[in-house]
């Protein structure tokens, strides 16, 4: 979803907002959520540009599949900043790849990573 950098101060309570209006000066956020999450996961943007009127977004993310004592399953929040965008149409994907890994201290040594989530939404600044 994207929505105005001033519906909230955190990720999370822009997140939960009704947004607002979004107009060419408005500072934007596209925020992303992802399934669940253990605590030793890794998840990072791999890559966030803009060419023109597309956004495209990578996410990177790393599930460890081993033991875990004390773990904490969550559901990751992710934020881009956009920034104002000019009045126009404008189309952003967000492709999430995922890796698994088996040993803590080198989650970079995993799976090749396949395609989890894959998404596609328009939007239209006046």
Same mark, same amino acid.
């Given at each position: +979803?994207?929505?105005?950098?001033?519906a909230?101060?955190?990720?999370?309570?822009?997140?939960?907002?009704?947004?607002?209006? +979004?107009?060419?000066?408005?500072?934007?956020?596209?925020?992303?959520?992802?399934?669940?999450?253990?605590?030793?996961?890794v998840?990072?943007?791999?890559?966030?540009?803009?060419?023109?009127?597309?956004?495209?977004?990578?996410?990177?993310?790393?599930?460890?599949?081993?033991?875990v004592?004390?773990?904490?399953?969550?559901?990751?929040?992710?934020?881009?900043?956009?920034?104002?965008?000019a009045?126009?149409?404008?189309? +952003?994907?967000?492709?999430?790849?995922?890796?698994?890994?088996t040993?803590?201290?080198?989650?970079?040594?995993?799976?090749?990573?396949?395609?989890?989530?894959?998404?596609?939404?328009?939007?239209?600044?006046?």
């Amino acid at each position: +979803m994207i929505v105005p950098k001033a519906a909230g101060k955190t990720p999370l309570e822009r997140y939960r907002a009704s947004g607002g209006p +979004m107009g060419p000066k408005t500072p934007l956020v596209a925020l992303v959520r992802l399934d669940h999450a253990n605590s030793a996961d890794v998840i990072a943007v791999a890559e966030a540009r803009r060419d023109g009127t597309t956004l495209a977004i990578a996410i990177d993310n790393r599930v460890y599949d081993g033991p875990v004592s004390a773990n904490v399953v969550t559901e990751p929040l992710v934020e881009i900043e956009l920034g104002p965008l000019a009045p126009g149409t404008y189309t +952003m994907t967000v492709e999430e790849r995922v890796s698994h890994f088996t040993r803590l201290d080198q989650p970079r040594n995993g799976t090749t990573p396949v395609p989890r989530l894959s998404s596609k939404i328009s939007l239209t600044i006046q």
